[in-house]
């Protein structure tokens, strides 16, 4: 029990972002020359700014232990967090403080899956990666909502979030040492990007390119239509989180009963959940989309490392979970700069974007399960 605690607790700030999501309508009142896409570099500059941190991370492995990494990241993204309390009334130095949060999540995200990978053996993977998804939808629950509830008074107490990194870091200092992986030469290097793990990569990076639609924009979805304010979507997103507490205790089953077609599967019901937002615009449709999106959510990143680590030989699935992880960090950072571009391109309204998403994660979904199918029947 105590080696499980220590080992799952760093997943519980993988969602951190989702409190300063929850304050972006605040913010974005608090800076008004500053462009709606500007303001959501807050939530999505991390994700670029960790993709070096991720590659990275996958190499350093060879020289440090995980442990290691894990706390160094933490520190990083706690001490970057907290620097807007001292530090809001500019705008850049706000992008910066995030700059550094997304280098510490890149030493983070891959870790903590390559945690489970080294100290648990293969049959137990899928429930401890279940049981990771109930810390991440815990963390994400609490994030959302302290987010939401403190971006109601001033806008930059939502910072105050990063206080929950403290117990975190101190629990991983009981982290097991574990060990130093291989060094991958150039033919295992050739050897690691295969079709298998190219295929899960690309839809990763669909899925993550479209799925955030609705974190990106939901709490200006509320206000366009006057539906809620910042403690609404605080409410929704954290609803979100809760909902993936329920399907991570569910993810070993999951992914046990598809398999292969898992992650397919929760793309076609993340194009459904945008679906239900653009067709029935309202405050029912944004919780349900919620309770879908949130179910989808905690099962994806176990459902896609397990593909991707299928992919490979046991001494290169660390450096293939950092690859999938790295190219969905990618559509995730993309995610507003590509979604707001076409909606600038087309001249259609904001609320498309959800039409968009829809329709892009339900053609990667089928694509992926038939992929998957035709797999299968040649094996």
């Excluded at 399960?369 to 094996?379: E, L």
Aim: aromatic content about 12%; hydrophobic content about 50%; overall charge positive.
């Amino acid at each position: 029990m105590k080696k499980a605690i220590t080992v799952l607790a760093p997943s519980f700030i993988i969602t951190y972002i989702l409190a300063v999501a929850a304050g972006l309508g605040q913010i974005a009142q608090a800076f008004p020359d500053r462009s709606e896409s500007a303001v959501q570099l807050l939530t999505s500059l991390p994700s670029l700014i960790a993709l070096p941190a991720i590659l990275l991370s996958g190499h350093l492995t060879a020289w440090f232990r995980k442990k290691q990494i894990v706390l160094f990241s933490l520190s990083i993204m706690c001490i970057a967090g907290l620097c807007p309390l001292l530090y809001h009334d500019r705008f850049y130095a706000l992008l910066i403080s995030m700059a550094f949060t997304g280098l510490g999540y890149g030493g983070i995200a891959p870790i903590s899956s390559a945690l489970i990978a080294e100290h648990y053996e293969e049959k137990k993977q899928p429930y401890m990666l279940g049981l990771q998804s109930v810390v991440i939808g815990i963390g994400g629950a609490c994030f959302s909502y302290l987010g939401g509830i403190l971006a109601k008074g001033e806008w930059w107490h939502v910072f105050y979030v990063f206080l929950l990194f403290i117990p975190v870091i101190a629990v991983s200092f009981f982290l097991p040492e574990g060990e130093l992986t291989e060094k991958l030469g150039k033919s295992g290097a050739k050897d690691l990007m295969n079709r298998k793990l190219v295929g899960i990569s690309c839809l990763g990076f669909v899925f993550c390119l479209f799925f955030f639609v609705f974190q990106n924009n939901v709490a200006a979805f509320l206000d366009s239509h006057r539906i809620g304010d910042a403690g609404l979507a605080g409410t929704i997103l954290s609803v979100l989180s809760a909902t993936g507490i329920i399907s991570g205790l569910l993810c070993g089953t999951v992914i046990n009963r598809f398999r292969q077609k898992t992650f397919p599967l929760l793309c076609l019901a993340g194009g459904i959940g945008l679906l239900i937002v653009y067709l029935f615009p309202g405050k029912t449709a944004a919780f349900a989309a919620a309770i879908i999106l949130g179910f989808i959510f905690s099962i994806r990143m176990p459902a896609g490392y397990l593909q991707a680590s299928a992919s490979v030989s046991a001494q290169q699935v660390t450096m293939a979970i950092t690859v999938f992880c790295c190219i969905c960090q990618i559509g995730q950072f993309l995610s507003p700069v590509v979604n707001n571009g076409i909606i600038q391109w087309l001249c259609i309204p904001v609320d498309s974007q959800f039409l968009i998403g829809a329709v892009a994660m339900l053609i990667g979904g089928i694509t992926g399960i038939s992929t998957s199918m035709r797999s299968s029947t040649k094996h």
